[in-house]
């Protein structure tokens, strides 16, 4: 390349491992290629200047935002209005030289005004239906939806991270171009845990089953947790969430308080290396999540090898495939868990699926360079650097025949 090209990763707390988009961000910043760009991602902070840099590396810089005065009123709105604020002024000044930006999440698009073909490239990745998940009010789902229309109106690509979900969104996004950008997960052998750690969590070597997500409506954690006592197991199941005060929450600590022969929940779990421990011993993973793309805690669970007990739908088919069987009712659940508690070839082979999926399709690696490829592939198309950059920058990719075959992401 001429010069390294300037990437904005918008709309993310940061670099780390407490959220979908800030783990993305943190990858990418171990695995970018640094002699061809640079990362800039905006993180928010209590107070300070309207955008001050904070440099990690020659390849990585924060940019941190401070809340607006609606933080006292509403942190949604501020979150709106500071990620609205900072495209808009990449916009304006284009004050870090961006080529491209990557725009996590629909919040900021009713917020936005009018971009600039002469500015930096957006990428918009609405991250899922939004509109459509039950714990938002009706208010809610309806800015979201129009914020999700009018983010990919403004938009020169979209990205999404579930191929079924750019199918939905097939009229929105009209004749732009859709591209395919999953998350990714790291591949977990013995040597990454300790089987100690289950004492701490009175658990027992492939004596558990395991679930982690937020308490909420579409990942169906209620109904799991009523179909696994109608279950003749007499293994537990461990359950990893952040129960809140909310009623949905309290519903699903009242059957584990009632149930604490069957259920255990000791409250979430942070500690990374606990975690993948709790994971990788269980007998298998229960996914309801009904709602989304590519679910990194799915990801996460194939990634140790968890057979996978998923909620039908084609989002988690279309990721998890034969490692996983399917439900949808309380009869399906029950049929599934005695048939893998009968036969443990299945449990094995499921395993072994789990991780060869993640080999070829979600390694962080290839995830990173994925990225790489739709920026280069989108200011190829643009016209913003050559045909000769673009293949010097191919060239030296370790996935390079497999970013070809995968079209660089571009599904149209």
């Known amino acids: 390349m001429k010069k390294k090209i300037n990437i904005g990763f918008f709309g993310t707390r940061g670099l780390g491992n407490y959220g979908g988009f800030e783990t993305i961000a943190q990858k990418l910043h171990e695995n970018i290629d640094n002699q061809n760009f640079n990362l800039f991602v905006s993180k928010e902070r209590e107070q300070g200047n309207k955008y001050e840099l904070e440099k990690i590396n020659n390849t990585t810089t924060l940019i941190n935002q401070n809340n607006s005065f609606l933080k006292k009123y509403s942190k949604y709105m501020d979150n ?29 698009g009713l917020w936005m005004r009018g971009i600039k073909k002469n500015g930096p490239l957006l ?3 609405p991250d899922g239906i939004e509109w459509k998940r039950k714990k938002f009010p009706l208010y809610g789902r309806a800015i979201l939806y129009l914020s999700t229309l009018r983010g990919i109106k403004n938009s020169h690509a979209i990205t999404v991270d579930s191929k079924a979900i750019g199918k939905y969104l097939k009229g929105m996004i009209g004749n732009k171009p859709l591209y395919y950008l999953p998350s990714g997960t790291d591949l977990v052998e013995e040597k990454d845990v300790e089987e100690s750690i289950l004492k701490k969590y ?16 579409e990942n169906h954690v209620i109904e799991i947790l009523r179909y696994f006592l109608k279950c003749k197991t007499s293994k537990k199941l461990m359950v990893i969430a952040n129960f809140g005060e909310d009623d949905y929450s309290q519903k699903a600590l009242k059957i584990i308080s009632e149930n604490k022969d069957k259920l255990i929940y000791k409250g979430p779990i942070y500690n990374q290396k606990e975690l993948r421990t709790v994971r ?14 590519t679910n990194p805690s799915l990801l996460e669970a194939l990634g140790v090898g968890n057979p996978c007990v998923c909620y039908d739908v084609v989002y988690n088919r279309e990721v998890a495939k034969d490692a996983s069987e399917y439900f949808f ?15 443990s070839g299945k449990v094995k082979k499921m395993s072994q699926m789990a991780k060869s999926i993640i080999e070829e399709n979600f390694k962080w690696d290839y995830i ?3 990225h790489e490829s739709i ?16 293949q010097e ?16 992401g571009l599904l149209r």
């Open 375 to 390: 920026v280069v592939h989108c200011l190829l198309k643009n016209k913003k650097i050559t045909q000769e950059e673009f």
């Open 202 to 217: 009175d658990l027992e070597k492939n004596n558990y089953y395991v679930m982690v997500g937020r308490a909420v409506p």
């Open 80 to 108: 709106i209005v500071n990620e609205g604020n900072i495209i808009t002024d990449c916009y304006k000044e284009n004050q870090w030289n961006l080529d491209v930006i990557f725009q996590c999440g629909s919040t900021p």
């Open 329 to 343: 009712n309380l009869d399906s659940f029950v049929e599934i868990i005695n048939k893998l508690e009968e036969n």
């Open 368 to 370: 990173s360079e994925l």
């Open 393 to 408: 920058w191919l060239e030296k990719k370790i996935y390079k025949n497999k970013l070809k075959e995968n079209g660089f």
């Open 123 to 125: 990428f918009w990745n």
């Open 280 to 293: 990788y011993f269980a007998y298998a993973y229960l996914h309801g999540h009904s709602v989304g793309g």
